[in-house]
């Protein structure tokens, strides 16, 4: 018999994870002024210096997540995150791609590096989505990073955009989108699968429910903030 208490079925739950996308950064107006062209080359800036901080700690989100999983197959199917952001050598991986664009939209290397122009509400936002991967169950952590459900289609047509708007961006600039289409179009679904098999109860359905509720909301912080800090004046 099915009570409110009894685990939703798969699809069911999937449905619900896939019904934040509304919450989904996409369309913060912030996002929507950079894929029509209407960012300033300042605020371009602005924006590629502060996900920066975003970038960099990845991993150490991901370390998190297989520090906390006693499952041998996921903790396996997890590393290659890592050494997709930090590359397999110094100049290699996720890190230096996001610094190409950088340099694409007129930062120095050093500049980005020490962190300079990362606004406050953006660190505060990514190190939350960080704690939250080293102190909640592994399996809330998975889940706060199904973002990536959403992300593909977001990504693919940002490089559409940017290529068309923004005349002095080229596509190599852009690598670290093209490279990150592909990626997420293998892991998406393998993490959806981690999350239902593992969210075996309902109280670990809703919890996974609230964790990517939770991402949503540090990614559409962090675009506030860098809204806020790319006003001149
Ligand atoms: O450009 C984007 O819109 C976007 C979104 C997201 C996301 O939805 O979290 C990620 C990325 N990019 C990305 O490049 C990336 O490596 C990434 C890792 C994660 C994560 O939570 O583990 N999200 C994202």
Same mark, same amino acid.
């Given at each position: 018999?099915?009570?409110?208490?009894?685990?939703?079925?798969? +699809?069911?739950?999937?449905?619900?994870?896939?019904?934040?996308?509304?919450?989904?950064?996409?369309?913060?107006?912030?996002?929507?002024?950079?894929?029509?062209?209407?960012?300033?080359?300042?605020?371009?800036?602005?924006?590629?210096?502060?996900?920066?901080?975003? &970038?960099?700690?990845?991993? &150490?989100?991901?370390?998190?997540?297989?520090?906390?999983?006693?499952?041998? &197959?996921?903790?396996?199917?997890?590393?290659?995150?890592?050494?997709?952001?930090?590359?397999?050598?110094?100049?290699?991986?996720?890190?230096?791609?996001?610094?190409?664009?950088?340099?694409? +939209?007129? /930062?120095?290397?050093?500049?980005? /590096?020490?962190?300079?122009? +990362?606004?406050?509400?953006?660190?505060?936002?990514?190190?939350?989505?960080?704690?939250?991967?080293?102190?909640?169950?592994?399996?809330?952590? +998975?889940?706060?990073?199904?973002?990536?459900?959403?992300?593909?289609? /977001?990504?693919?047509?940002?490089?559409?955009?940017? /290529? @068309?708007?923004?005349?002095?961006?080229? &596509?190599?600039?852009?690598?670290?989108?093209?490279?990150?289409?592909?990626?997420?179009?293998?892991?998406?679904?393998?993490?959806?699968?981690?999350?239902?098999?593992?969210?075996?109860?309902?109280?670990?359905?809703?919890? @996974?429910?609230?964790?990517?509720?939770?991402?949503?909301?540090?990614?559409?912080?962090?675009?506030?903030?860098?809204?806020?800090?790319?006003?001149?004046?």
């Amino acid at each position: 018999m099915s009570t409110q208490n009894s685990p939703m079925a798969a +699809v069911e739950f999937v449905a619900a994870l896939r019904g934040l996308s509304p919450r989904y950064w996409g369309t913060h107006p912030f996002h929507r002024r950079l894929h029509e062209g209407a960012l300033s080359e300042f605020e371009l800036r602005t924006w590629a210096a502060n996900r920066w901080y975003y &970038q960099c700690m990845l991993p &150490q989100k991901d370390a998190a997540i297989i520090g906390n999983c006693p499952v041998p &197959q996921v903790r396996r199917d997890w590393l290659p995150r890592i050494v997709y952001h930090d590359g397999t050598e110094e100049g290699d991986g996720g890190r230096e791609r996001w610094l190409r664009l950088c340099e694409a +939209v007129g /930062l120095d290397r050093d500049e980005v /590096l020490d962190e300079r122009h +990362v606004v406050p509400g953006v660190r505060f936002a990514v190190d939350a989505y960080v704690t939250f991967a080293r102190t909640r169950p592994w399996v809330e952590a +998975v889940a706060s990073g199904l973002t990536e459900m959403f992300s593909g289609h /977001l990504m693919r047509q940002r490089v559409a955009d940017m /290529l @068309a708007n923004y005349p002095w961006i080229r &596509q190599a600039d852009l690598a670290y989108f093209t490279n990150r289409i592909d990626a997420v179009a293998g892991e998406g679904q393998a993490t959806v699968d981690i999350v239902v098999r593992y969210s075996d109860t309902r109280a670990k359905q809703e919890a @996974a429910i609230a964790a990517l509720a939770f991402k949503c909301d540090v990614l559409w912080s962090m675009l506030d903030a860098i809204e806020r800090a790319s006003v001149k004046e």
